[in-house]
């Protein structure tokens, strides 16, 4: 078939929707498909067998689009929709496969030009929306009602997790396939080298790896983090990712908490490092506060052979349970007495470690992965073809 994927963001960069869009890119294009990619004006050029990436025109003064709603991301929508509107009338697209907020682009493009769409749902964009700007509350029936209407309509709905399948299906989507995301170890080849940023020691270190959006709970690892240290001296937390305004943020709350001495913040890292960054932890952690879906982060979690520690909230808990994770409260008392915890206990540090590695070997698999996005097409080629083909004369 041959695909116009939606990508309203900067790519290739190394953050979670850019690296779920390059995993889908690698897998369709393996599998024989013909891809355009349309995306911003920024990011990384990179070059995918089978595929061209088409970018918008820069937008006036719009530069470092960041990840999530945000105004600029907005304005860069405008031009984004028109390109797309071109694309189709010229291009005879079997099928546009549409992220994020896209959808209702490719919704626009299904009933004004007839052109049939997948709908790759990784987040519930109301409450996405909702949770960013509170003051749109008011508006999230309106938003429900597109969000319906836009699963409606897909051909094919790929939720990544057990809510997202649930919301697709209370819409009344026309097929919904669950398509979770994986670790990234598998899927992205990785660096031996140690990491070479963080200085050697002797205690038990915290590792958080993402980005430093309010919704990720940072605030709240740094205040968990701060009354741990207290009981526990050889501890230390890294935090890795972040923009430089965010970073110098948080470090500065690490002064005014007590535990500069005891936090590290190493910026950014490359994907490919992934592998050597989880070697580098004890415990990993992710305190997310919002959200529904799984992070992308937890499969890359599960798969390091590291003990994961998360907030025991639905974000995570349909991936995580006490066989595999420790999970605590989202309050700052709660999580440090799970970080005491697991940093006065190797033997639990290990069991939590083991079980999360076989299980995510077994179900969170890239093989499984490709297969299931495989099948989807397979059957969603088929489905087209039947529509498309003429009625037989008799």
């Not at 097929?175 to 002797?202: G, K, M, N, T, Y």
């Not at 009354?227 to 935090?239: G, N, S």
């Amino acid at each position: 078939m041959k695909i116009l994927l939606l990508a309203p963001h900067p790519f290739y960069k190394d953050r979670g929707t850019p690296i779920a869009v390059e995993l889908l890119i690698e897998t369709l294009a393996a599998q024989g498909h013909e891809i355009d990619v349309l995306t911003y004006h920024e990011g990384e050029d990179r070059a995918y067998a089978n595929t061209r990436i088409r970018r918008i025109a820069p937008p006036p003064f719009v530069r470092n689009v960041p990840a999530g709603i945000s105004l600029k991301k907005l304005i860069c929508d405008v031009p984004f929709f028109f390109k797309a509107l071109g694309m189709v009338r010229r291009g005879s697209y079997s099928v546009v496969h549409a992220t994020e907020e896209s959808v209702f682009i490719a919704l626009w493009l299904q009933r004004f030009c007839g052109q049939p769409y997948v709908y790759d749902m990784d987040s519930s964009l109301p409450q996405q929306v909702v949770e960013t700007i509170p003051a749109l509350a008011l508006l999230s029936p309106l938003m429900r009602a597109f969000e319906r209407a836009a699963i409606r309509h897909a051909r094919l709905v790929l939720p990544v997790c057990d809510n997202l399948m649930r919301v697709a299906r209370e819409a009344g989507a026309r097929e919904a396939v669950l398509l979770r995301d994986i670790s990234l170890l598998e899927a992205i080849p990785q660096e031996d080298r140690p990491l070479s940023e963080l200085p050697a020691f002797d205690g038990v270190t915290f590792l958080y790896s993402g980005n430093l959006q309010e919704h990720q709970g940072i605030d709240l690892l740094l205040q968990s983090f701060a009354l741990a240290a207290r009981r526990v001296t050889r501890i230390r937390l890294v935090v890795v990712g972040g923009a430089k305004a965010q970073v110098d943020r948080y470090r500065g709350m690490a002064g005014r908490l007590g535990v500069a001495g005891q936090t590290v913040f190493l910026g950014p890292l490359p994907v490919r490092r992934l592998k050597a960054t989880c070697a580098a932890a004890d415990v990993l952690v992710s305190p997310r506060l919002k959200g529904q879906n799984t992070p992308m982060k937890i499969y890359t979690y599960l798969d390091s052979g590291r003990a994961v520690l998360a907030t025991d909230l639905p974000t995570h808990t349909e991936v995580l349970n006490p066989d595999i994770a420790m999970l605590a409260a989202p309050h700052p008392e709660a999580f440090a007495e799970a970080m005491v915890e697991l940093a006065a206990n190797p033997a639990l540090r290990r069991d939590l470690a083991e079980r999360a590695r076989r299980v995510v070997q077994t179900e969170y698999s890239l093989a499984r992965y490709r297969q299931v996005l495989g099948d989807a097409y397979d059957r969603l080629s088929v489905s087209l073809s039947t529509r498309s083909a003429p009625a037989s004369s008799g």
